[in-house]
């Protein structure tokens, strides 16, 4: 009974693991402004759910009477995105030379802040397995708070991004618009 469970785990996580890499394998052949756009919005999704799990767990972090797993839930969440994020800017890098020059920009002011928060969310797996029954000390909180700010600049910076060029957009069609009402 136990062996058929491990394996019907083991076979959700490499259905899964593959699903994954198929996607980001299917974005590298989808190369347009479009495609890199949505993926940009999709970190900015990501990076707020890491930031919202990283609030909730300096939350629980304060209260010593809970269950370790309620952090490790926490974590393994934060992972997750991270790990998501770090493959579709892998993917978008790849395409680099294909991206509009505010995406590449996107691209590089992200990189280095999910750098920070995958430190980070590493060294805070690394003090939860050192330190399960201290889950609520200053060290491990500043982890979750660093987590926190980095997700949250990313999610900011993108938005900023995104809405400067829809901005862009909106002025471009305006022009063509009034370009073609000129024409007549």
Do not use: C
Request: net charge negative; proline share 3%; charged share 30%.
């Amino acid at each position: 009974m136990v062996t058929k469970r491990m394996f019907s785990m083991a076979s959700a996580t490499v259905i899964t693991l593959g699903l994954s890499l198929g996607q980001a394998g299917a974005r590298m052949h989808h190369t347009g402004n479009d495609d890199a756009e949505k993926t940009l919005q999709e970190i900015k999704a990501l990076a707020s759910s890491v930031e919202d799990q990283a609030d909730q767990l300096l939350q629980i972090s304060q209260n010593q009477n809970l269950s370790p797993y309620s952090h490790l839930t926490r974590l393994d969440a934060m992972k997750n995105g991270v790990n998501r994020m770090g493959r579709d800017l892998a993917v978008l890098e790849a395409e680099r030379e294909t991206l509009p020059p505010w995406e590449q920009e996107a691209v590089d002011d992200t990189l280095p802040l999910l750098r920070d928060a995958a430190n980070n969310i590493d060294s805070a797996f690394e003090y939860f397995k050192e330190n399960r029954t201290h889950l609520w000390t200053p060290d491990y909180r500043s982890y979750a708070s660093r987590i926190y700010e980095d997700s949250g600049e990313i999610a900011k910076s993108l938005k900023g991004y995104l809405k400067d060029n829809n901005g862009r957009e909106e002025r471009r069609q305006r022009e063509d618009e009034s370009g073609s009402v000129s024409d007549k």
